[in-house]
């Protein structure tokens, strides 16, 4: 599976951006998508994740703020983030794997698309 995100950019504290991430190479039909993200310095994050039947999780940090949906004729998940605060500065990136359950771990996501920069200034 291909993966590509986009729709980064630059957003003062409390706006909003909306990331879109398209996936080629093979139906997604119980493929879990989602997002995580790296800050500078920091480890990479879980963000949200989306099953193929609809089920979501988000992270703590993110939840109420950030929806993650998908439309799976068009193979495609996007992230609408809102409430954005300095502190959700980071490299977003897009991830898939087959499976029927959620999953955090970053190391358990096959496929990683290329990541899109998203900057919150105060």
């Known amino acids: 599976v291909q993966l590509q995100a986009f729709g980064g950019g630059l957003v003062q504290a409390g706006g909003s951006l909306r990331l879109s991430c398209a996936a080629s190479g093979r139906s997604l039909s119980n493929y879990v998508l989602g997002w995580f993200r790296q800050a500078p310095g920091k480890e990479r994050e879980f963000v949200a994740a989306i099953l193929w039947s609809g089920g979501v999780q988000y992270a703590d940090s993110v939840r109420g703020r950030f929806t993650i949906s998908r439309d799976n004729a068009k193979n495609t998940v996007d992230l609408q983030m809102d409430s954005l605060n300095p502190e959700d500065t980071a490299v977003y990136y897009c991830?898939?794997?087959?499976?029927?359950?959620?999953?955090?771990?970053?190391?358990?996501?096959?496929?990683w698309g290329q990541g899109t920069l998203v900057t919150v200034s105060s």
């Open positions: 991830v898939a794997d087959r499976t029927t359950v959620v999953i955090t771990a970053a190391w358990s996501y096959c496929c």
